[in-house]
């Protein structure tokens, strides 16, 4: 089982798209996958109410909810058979809480926007991973997807300097497209909606998978 967290200390940096894409990509590909939102906004859970049955099915586990009725350790229950487990984290995680998050993560996926406020930022939260979760990238895997990109853009160029600097793989640059709205309207990943446009989303979805699945195979 592979355990996949979604995590940036910077909120509106897309971790909630990236999460529901990514689970449904996998879902789509026959992988047993579950979903779990540690959010209190729930947007994740949201997104997987809307989906219906006729598309590949996701488990989905609201961490974030403070029923007292049951343990965390019997609302995290995994049913038996998955594969796949994407955390959707909360915005503002730091010390001990961030440290919490990643625990068991075979990998770190950071998503980053093109602007100086997200790229200071995440430098930051980099540092921290090293420093304080003492993460290792022999241990733990770390990768970048760059999302909302517009390319030939000066904020684009300039978070491309930035990540040519940092000794961690970016295995997707996720253009800026209304097609993601879409989507996620209707409890879908961008590569079920089957439309024409989205054939170069679906590309980089396909990558994203390839990617994980090769340094799956390595790890192995």
């Given at each position: 089982?592979?355990?996949?967290?979604?995590?940036?200390?910077?909120?509106?940096?897309?971790?909630?798209?990236?999460?529901?894409?990514?689970?449904?990509?996998?879902?789509?590909?026959?992988?047993?996958?579950?979903?779990?939102?540690?959010?209190?906004?729930g947007?994740?859970?949201?997104?997987?109410?809307?989906?219906?049955?006729?598309?590949?099915?996701?488990?989905?586990?609201?961490?974030?909810?403070?029923?007292?009725?049951?343990?965390?350790?019997?609302?995290?229950?995994?049913?038996f058979d998955?594969?796949?487990?994407i955390?959707?984290?909360?915005?503002?995680?730091?010390?001990?809480?961030?440290?919490?998050?990643?625990?068991?993560?075979?990998?770190?996926?950071?998503?980053?926007?093109?602007?100086?406020?997200?790229?200071?930022?995440?430098?930051?939260f980099?540092?921290?991973?090293?420093?304080?979760?003492?993460?290792?990238?022999?241990?733990?895997?770390?990768?970048?997807?760059?999302?909302?990109?517009?390319?030939?853009?000066?904020?684009?160029?300039?978070?491309?300097?930035f990540?040519?600097?940092?000794?961690?793989?970016?295995?997707?640059?996720?253009?800026?497209?209304?097609?993601?709205?879409?989507?996620?309207?209707?409890?879908?990943?961008?590569?079920?909606?089957?439309?024409?446009?989205?054939?170069?989303?679906?590309?980089?979805?396909?990558?994203?998978?390839?990617?994980?699945?090769?340094?799956?195979?390595?790890?192995?």
């Amino acid at each position: 089982m592979q355990r996949i967290v979604v995590i940036n200390m910077k909120g509106g940096c897309g971790k909630t798209t990236i999460a529901t894409n990514l689970a449904s990509a996998l879902a789509t590909m026959g992988r047993n996958t579950t979903l779990i939102d540690y959010d209190a906004q729930g947007s994740s859970m949201y997104w997987l109410k809307q989906r219906r049955g006729e598309y590949s099915e996701i488990n989905g586990i609201a961490a974030y909810d403070t029923n007292k009725a049951v343990t965390q350790s019997w609302r995290l229950q995994l049913p038996f058979d998955t594969e796949y487990v994407i955390v959707d984290t909360p915005a503002g995680l730091k010390g001990l809480d961030m440290v919490d998050q990643i625990n068991g993560a075979h990998t770190i996926l950071i998503p980053v926007l093109p602007s100086s406020i997200d790229t200071h930022a995440t430098a930051d939260f980099i540092r921290d991973l090293y420093l304080i979760a003492k993460v290792k990238p022999k241990n733990i895997r770390l990768c970048i997807i760059c999302n909302r990109v517009k390319a030939n853009t000066l904020s684009f160029h300039t978070l491309e300097n930035f990540l040519s600097a940092m000794d961690i793989p970016v295995i997707a640059k996720l253009r800026e497209t209304q097609n993601y709205n879409k989507a996620s309207e209707r409890g879908l990943g961008i590569h079920e909606l089957g439309s024409k446009a989205s054939e170069k989303d679906i590309e980089d979805w396909r990558q994203i998978v390839n990617w994980l699945d090769m340094e799956q195979q390595v790890q192995s």
